[in-house]
């Protein structure tokens, strides 16, 4: 008799989950259950369509419901998932009979951090993750003359970015003293916000959210430097891992807030796996465990569910988190640990420095490239690396990542090999002078 | 919220403040306000508690922690030898 999988969450790791499961048993019943209206589009893309970059929201789906049948995908939209009954193994529908499972994946993906401030029942807050809304929202937004956005997330670079082009007055409240503070440092970080500004952007860092003040619908922020007058606020706050059900259900959660899982993806109750915004990972440096992290983390993780939940075998590894992003009128980009992170945490560390450029210096469009290495000081084994430039950063980021993954030197960085093409590689390679700027100041 | 969570958050929280003040004063930006009332303990005491500790000794306790760290995480085998 064929098993029954049953996927709770229809993002990119419950439907790479389901996905998979299908293609490794393709005699499985494969369910999935989703609250929503849609499964299978790029939530990522949203900024975009705001910003005008990307015309229009159908470019996001990536697939038609259709598609899914076809795939013998049995997908319920809008429909919600109450309880997981891991001893029975069934899960509580609403509006239906208890569903009985073989396997259960869990993806159940993220929220975003509730502002424990006054006002947030207010109307005009935009909280960006559900492409129905954000259709609606974008309607919205052509009536909007200023807008704040709150936190200087990977998110709220792109809101600042999108709306600014959308010619808005954008406002950017956080209370780190640069964006994107978790991730990346200030002289990083620092093109961007000079872009913003150049935009008209207005970038009120160390400021505190204290409140959303409205009758009815939002009028203002209130924040330790005082009030801005709005018409809306979009909320980006931190992504936490949404485990309600996974939790009452009595599977073990982290200290990062996610799902524990293992490399398989299997968590702590047997037949049962999870993936994607929920779980928590370790990080291959530092061994900690973190959360949420990108649609292609998710999407991955829940391939990797999928396959060894119907009886295949496939396992995960920890995680060295390359990212990149376009915010204002460059790209920043970086792998594992910032210097500012590494800071925080504590572990020694030695940086190095160096701004080359994207092609022959010669040839039309060339761009500075700016990177900087993150190496432990015994082996000088890389640890981190952060980049800003107009072009090749994500391409650097995921070669970083292999890097930092594989124990890669700064030695062997120093000395690496690169192309050299005058439209697409300069003769130097910016992370080789990066690597070569560290050990010559170990030298001296 | 778990305590271990709890813990973790504010640890952290605190020591992304810290150091944002250093770093940002080495690139010159402005530093984050001085936290006020128990904030102000979490960051002229724990802070430089938390870092007189070897690193070893703090990596040794955090994976003490709960969490996907301390389940089955196999390291990938390389091969070694020439390709051909």
């Given amino acids: ?71 013998g995908l049995d997908i319920h939209y809008e429909t919600s998932v109450t309880a997981l009954n891991t001893r029975d193994k069934a899960v509580s529908v609403h509006g239906e009979a208890d569903v009985g499972y073989d396997k259960l994946i869990v993806a159940t993906g993220f929220d975003y951090a509730a502002p424990a401030v006054p006002g947030t029942d207010l109307d005009g807050l935009y909280y960006v993750k559900n492409i129905r809304r954000a259709i609606e929202w974008d309607k919205v937004l052509d009536g909007v003359r200023t807008a704040v956005v709150i936190e200087a997330s990977p998110l709220g670079l792109e809101m600042v970015t999108a709306l600014c082009h959308r010619g808005i007055e954008t406002h950017l409240i956080d209370p780190s003293a640069w964006a994107l503070a978790m991730a990346t440092d200030p002289d990083i970080v620092a093109p961007v916000q000079q ?41 980006c706050t931190k992504k936490e891992a949404n485990t309600r059900l996974a939790r009452a259900a009595g599977l073990h959660i982290g200290s990062a807030g996610g799902i524990i899982v293992d490399e398989r993806m299997q968590t702590s109750i047997p037949e049962v796996w999870a ?82 450029i994207s092609r022959a210096r010669y040839y039309p469009g060339v761009e500075k490239v700016r990177v900087k290495l993150l190496a432990e000081p015994g082996e000088l084994r890389l640890i981190g690396a952060q980049m800003v430039g107009r072009e090749g950063i994500k391409e650097r980021a995921d070669f970083l990542a292999m890097a930092v993954r594989l124990g890669i030197t700064v030695a062997d960085l120093a000395t690496m090999e690169n192309v050299y093409s005058p439209p697409i590689g300069a003769l130097n390679e910016p992370i080789a002078l990066a690597a070569q700027n560290l050990l010559a100041g170990m030298r001296s | 919220m778990s305590l271990s969570r709890w813990l973790r958050a504010t640890s952290e929280h605190y020591l992304m403040v810290a150091a944002q ?23 002229k005491i724990y802070v430089p508690l938390y870092r007189a500790v070897p690193w070893p000794v703090r990596s040794a306790i955090m994976r003490r922690l709960p969490g996907s760290h301390r389940m089955t995480w196999t390291k990938a085998q390389r091969p070694r030898g020439p390709a051909i």
């Fill in chain 2, 21 to 43: 003040q250093q770093v940002g004063a080495r690139y010159m930006v402005p530093p984050p306000p001085r936290p006020r009332g128990v904030g102000l303990f979490w960051l």
């Fill in chain 1, 1 to 71: 008799m064929a098993q029954r999988i049953v996927v709770v969450g229809g993002g990119a790791a419950g439907i790479g989950a389901a996905g998979a499961a299908k293609g490794t048993d393709p005699s499985a019943d494969v369910r999935v259950y989703t609250e929503f209206e849609d499964v299978g589009y790029s939530p990522c893309g949203i900024p975009y369509v705001h910003g005008k970059e990307i015309p229009d929201f159908d470019r996001l789906f990536l697939a038609t419901k259709e598609a899914y049948a076809g795939q």
């Fill in chain 1, 195 to 235: 872009s913003w500004a150049e935009k008209g952007a207005k970038l009120h860092f160390n400021t505190t959210l204290t409140g959303f003040l409205g009758s009815g619908s939002i009028r203002a922020v209130a924040t330790s430097a005082g009030e801005l007058p709005c018409d809306i606020a979009v909320v």
């Fill in chain 1, 275 to 356: 993936a994607g915004d929920c779980i928590e990972v370790p990080h291959s440096v530092t061994d900690i465990p973190i959360q949420g992290l990108s649609g292609s983390h998710a999407y991955s993780q829940g391939k990797v569910a999928g396959t060894n939940a119907a009886g295949g075998d496939r396992r995960y590894q920890p995680v060295s988190v390359p990212w990149g992003m376009v915010a204002g009128d460059w790209m920043i980009g970086g792998v594992s640990l910032s210097e500012t992170l590494a800071s925080a945490l504590g572990i020694p560390h030695v940086v190095g420095v160096a701004e080359g």
